[in-house]
Every structure is written in structure tokens, then in C-alpha cells.
């Protein structure tokens, strides 16, 4: 079975500073990963998806991720966070079960973004 | 285009009474997603339909839970008897993935919140 880990539920960090957003995942074979952004109220967005190849994938918003085999894992980072990136992100892994391609999501990491 | 539209935007019942909640994926796209997020929780799968195949229900939580796709489009979530456990906000997500052995992201609507009193 796959699952996804993030190990922080919330982070602080300050207008302008950089971030990172940590994400483990467990799963067989190689997964596909994804980040999702929800702000509030509203659904979930996608930010940026790792497939294969390699393995620093970019996203919208200025965001990055690498995917780390070794670690199992897939952080988010931002080289300078704005007040608008302020919300709720979702690490998410994909693979195949008896051919049903369902998502698993991991808790959650609530970022706050202090003037 | 149209992105994937869920209603009622608030859902507010009694305990014991059934409830409908409705998504309409973005046209075209085959592959329809429930979820389930709770408060603090990440998002717990329900239930997945792709195309004309049997949906697979191994994440609906009890039997009072049922879900429906008609004409490979429109989904309806359907609670029986609801508990207060069932508060929480429904998700739906749709994607362009064309049978079981493929993928495409998830694209969600803004969901439905339930809240059981």
C-alpha cells in the first residue's frame, strides 16, 4: 500500500524568506508524486507532478521539487515566498492498485507567511 | 473552460437525515474522484469511477455511504442517516485519464461542506 508522510503541519516563515515543504513517501515501485495548493474555501490546485525523467520538476508560482529516490522523498521548496502563497499544501502519491490509479494524500502542511 | 462544479456549496442536516451532493466533472473528462477531508485530516478517498468500468467503492466508509455516475458525467454522493462523524467537506475531482491503466492529474472542484447537527 502507498502512503505519504509530511512531517510538519504547520510553518512560519517571513515575506521574502525561502521555504522548503517536506513530503516522504512509502510505495513499491518508482510513484508519481505531486504538490497541491488549497487556499481557503476553494478546492485543491495542482502545482507541479513528477512522471519520470528528471528529477527536479518546476511548477507554477514559482515553485520546485525534487524527487529523491534514496529518501523516498519529494520536497517543495520556493526560493522567496510571498504573502499570497499563504495556504495549505498536500504532498500526493500515485500508484497503480489491481489497475485503479488512486491518489493518496498526506495530511497536510499549513503555511503562514508573516509580514 | 469550466472547471469542476460541486453543489450545494453548505450543506447544514439533521442527524438521521439523508443527503444528496452533486458534481459535475469538467466535460470530457472520464475519470471521477470522491474525497473526504475532515478538519485537520488530509484527504481520505471514497470512492473512483473511470469510464464505463465498476467504480471502485473500497474507500467508502460504511454502508450508508453510495455514490452514483450517470451518463459517465454527472456524480451524485448520497449519505443515509447521517452521524455527526459525517461532517466534513466532500471533494470531487475529475481527470482526462482514458481507462484504468492510465493517469492524468486530478483537477477538484471547491467542495461541499456537511456539517451533521
Known amino acids: 500500500a502507498q502512503s505519504v508522510t509530511q512531517p510538519d503541519i504547520h510553518i512560519t516563515v517571513s515575506e521574502g524568506a525561502s521555504l522548503e515543504l517536506r513530503c516522504n513517501y512509502s510505495y513499491g515501485a518508482t510513484p508519481y508524486l505531486f504538490w497541491y495548493v488549497q487556499s481557503p474555501g476553494q478546492g485543491l490546485q495542482l502545482l507541479l507532478k513528477?512522471?519520470?525523467?528528471?528529477?527536479l520538476v518546476q511548477g507554477i508560482k514559482g515553485f520546485e521539487a525534487e524527487f529523491k529516490r534514496s529518501q523516498s522523498s519529494f520536497n517543495l521548496r520556493k526560493p522567496s515566498v510571498h504573502w499570497s502563497d499563504a495556504a495549505e499544501y498536500f504532498c500526493?502519491?500515485?500508484?497503480?492498485?489491481?489497475?485503479?490509479?488512486?491518489?493518496?494524500f498526506g495530511r497536510g502542511t499549513s503555511l503562514i507567511v508573516h509580514p | 473552460g469550466a472547471g469542476v462544479s460541486q453543489s450545494p456549496s453548505n450543506k447544514v442536516t439533521e442527524k438521521g437525515k439523508d443527503v444528496e451532493l452533486r458534481c459535475d466533472p469538467i466535460?470530457?473528462?472520464?475519470?471521477l474522484y470522491w474525497y473526504r477531508q475532515s478538519l485537520g485530516q488530509g484527504l481520505e478517498f471514497l470512492i473512483y469511477f473511470q469510464g464505463n468500468s465498476a467504480p471502485d467503492k473500497s474507500g467508502l466508509p460504511s454502508d450508508r455511504f453510495s455514490a452514483e455516475r450517470t451518463g459517465g458525467s454527472v456524480s451524485t454522493l448520497t449519505i443515509q442517516r447521517t452521524q455527526q462523524e459525517d461532517s466534513a467537506v466532500y471533494l470531487c475531482?475529475?481527470?482526462?485519464?482514458?481507462?484504468?491503466?492510465?493517469?492524468?492529474?486530478?483537477?477538484f472542484g471547491n467542495g461541499t461542506r456537511l456539517t451533521v447537527t
Open positions: 500526493a502519491v500515485v500508484g497503480a492498485s489491481g489497475g485503479s490509479y488512486i491518489p493518496t
Open positions: 513528477y512522471f519520470s525523467g528528471d528529477t
Open positions: 466535460s470530457g473528462h472520464t475519470a
Open positions: 475531482a475529475s481527470s482526462l485519464a482514458r481507462n484504468r491503466g492510465s493517469y492524468s492529474p486530478l483537477h
